[in-house]
C-alpha cells in the first residue's frame, strides 16, 4: 500500500553531518492519507527509539538525545521526510528506519522503511 525507501546512511567522523531522506510511494489513497511521518533508530542490543516526528501540520518532535542537533521535515508534494544531522556523535551509530502513521480511518495504519545505516566514528 505504502512503500518507503530510505536513502543517506553512511561513514561520518563525530562532529559530522548526514542528511536521511525517506521517499513514500504506493497507493494514492494511502498516500493522501499519511499523517506523522517520522524517524526511528536501533543500536546494537537496543530497543528501537523514537528520533523525531513531524505531523502534516508540521508540527514537530524530538527526542532529549537528538534535540538540538537534528532538524525533521517534510515536502509533502515529494511525499518525503528528510532528517538533517548535525555534530553527530558514536552514541548516534544506529539503522535509521522512516515510519509513517495514516489517519486513523485507514487500515494497514503504519508503515516502515527497512532501514539505513549510520555509523559515526570517534
Known amino acids: 500500500q505504502v512503500q518507503l525507501v530510505e536513502s543517506g546512511g553512511g561513514l561520518v567522523q563525530a562532529g559530522g553531518s548526514l542528511r536521511l531522506s525517506c521517499a513514500a510511494s504506493?497507493?494514492?489513497?494511502?498516500?493522501?492519507?499519511?499523517?506523522?511521518m517520522g524517524w526511528y533508530r536501533q543500536a546494537p542490543g537496543k530497543q528501537r527509539e523514537l528520533v523525531a516526528t513531524?505531523?502534516?501540520?508540521?508540527?514537530?518532535n524530538y527526542s532529549d538525545a537528538v534535540k538540538g542537533r537534528f532538524t525533521i521535515s517534510r515536502d509533502n508534494g515529494k511525499n518525503t521526510v528528510y532528517l538533517q544531522m548535525n555534530s553527530l556523535k558514536p552514541e548516534d551509530t544506529a539503522v535509521y528506519y522512516c515510519?509513517?502513521?495514516?489517519?486513523?480511518?485507514?487500515?494497514?495504519?503504519?508503515?516502515w522503511g527497512q532501514g539505513t545505516q549510520v555509523t559515526v566514528s570517534s
Open positions: 504506493g497507493n494514492i489513497f494511502a498516500i493522501n492519507a499519511i499523517n506523522i
Open positions: 515510519k509513517v502513521d495514516l489517519k486513523s480511518y485507514y487500515s494497514p495504519n503504519n508503515y
Open positions: 513531524v505531523t502534516s501540520g508540521d508540527n514537530t
